[in-house]
């Protein structure tokens, strides 16, 4: 018997707390524990200090994990929980994702002072958004409105919008719910239009490979769907991204057995953009969506992705 709590490491924003909450009240369901048998332990990451400039500026993903896989590594933490949004494609030697959350919703919400609807925004307003896939896809529906970066928590996003500092923006609804803020979206925007990030409402556990004590407790709580799906996401984005500098959108369904996925590539002044299906096997989840990307890759062909990078 344990007696030493699972130590779970995570950021401490309002959200990634609420979600390391919903990974330990999973685990203390499933297992019949103690909630004491769990630690929380809240890490500081360079993307949570670094607030002024954009995620591609300052070298994009990796920045919200680093310090927290440094701990997994060393023993410090069991495992850690995520967006697995925020995850790079390449983790360290040593660490997987060993488990997905059921999936939350998927959409972007959007968050409108001077209009409730993207498209009914009056011309020439600004929208503020840190994510390249979301600049895109707004030059793309609305190219006559003025996009600006805008980082930070949700709760400072929503102050500098009700301040004037902007005149709409947009959140993954997913973040939203988990908060409790169901009734901040003025719309949600439909998926088709406005396909989400690879990953998006999607909260991973990160751990080390071989660690069979903490993974066998992690598997009671794995999503199967969440988990192909991602994997797939996942793999499109792998086989993209190169650079982070590239607006990508990915959305997979799984039903267990099959799985459809759509893609979305885009350049990032919303101009050209690019879009790929593929359907198989839920087992080959992965390598579904390492095919799309190969396949949007040589629709796009080379002139795509040495127009701007
Ligand atoms: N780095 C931002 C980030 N990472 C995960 C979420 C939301 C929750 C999710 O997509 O699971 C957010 C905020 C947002 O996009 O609004």
């Known amino acids: 018997m344990q007696t030493k709590p699972f130590r ?36 500081s990451t360079k993307g949570d200090r670094i607030t002024d400039r954009s995620l591609a500026e300052i070298g994009g993903k990796g920045l919200f994990t680093e310090e927290i896989e440094q701990q997994l590594l060393s023993g410090e933490l069991d495992f850690a929980v995520h967006s697995s949004k925020d995850m790079p494609t390449r983790l360290p030697d040593g660490l997987f994702l060993s488990a997905f959350l059921p999936r939350e919703d998927i959409r972007d919400a959007f968050i409108g002072r ?14 503020g958004s840190s994510s390249l896939r979301r600049q895109a896809l707004i030059r793309r529906l609305r190219p006559d409105i003025n996009v ?35 009734d901040v979206p003025t719309e949600l925007l439909d998926p088709e ?90 087992t080959d989840a992965m390598a579904l969506g390492q095919k799309a ?5 040589a629709d796009a062909g080379p002139g795509f992705f040495s127009s701007w990078i």
């Open 193 to 282: 239009e406005f396909p989400p990030a690879p990953a998006q409402g999607a909260i991973c556990i990160e751990s080390r490979i071989g660690d069979s004590r903490v993974n066998d407790l992690l598997a009671a709580i794995d999503d199967a769907r969440t988990h192909e799906a991602v994997a797939c996401e996942r793999g499109f984005l792998a086989t993209l991204d190169g650079s982070c500098r590239t607006p990508i959108a990915g959305l997979a369904i799984s039903d267990g057995t099959h799985l459809r996925f759509s893609g979305m590539i885009l350049t990032p002044d919303g101009r050209t953009h690019h879009r790929v299906t593929i359907e198989g096997k839920a």
């Open 8 to 43: 779970i490491g995570t950021r401490g924003s309002p959200l990634a707390l609420a979600q390391a909450h919903e990974t330990r009240d999973r685990l203390v369901a499933a297992h019949g524990l103690s909630p004491e048998m769990f630690e929380v332990v809240i890490l």
């Open 293 to 297: 990307g190969e396949q949007i890759r």
């Open 114 to 127: 001077t209009a409730p609807k993207l498209m009914d925004l009056p011309e020439g307003v600004t929208v």
């Open 148 to 182: 600006i970066t805008y980082r930070g928590q949700v709760e400072t996003r929503l102050r500098k919008l009700s301040e004037g500092q902007v005149d709409a923006t947009l959140l993954a609804y997913a973040g939203l719910k988990r908060l409790g803020m169901t």
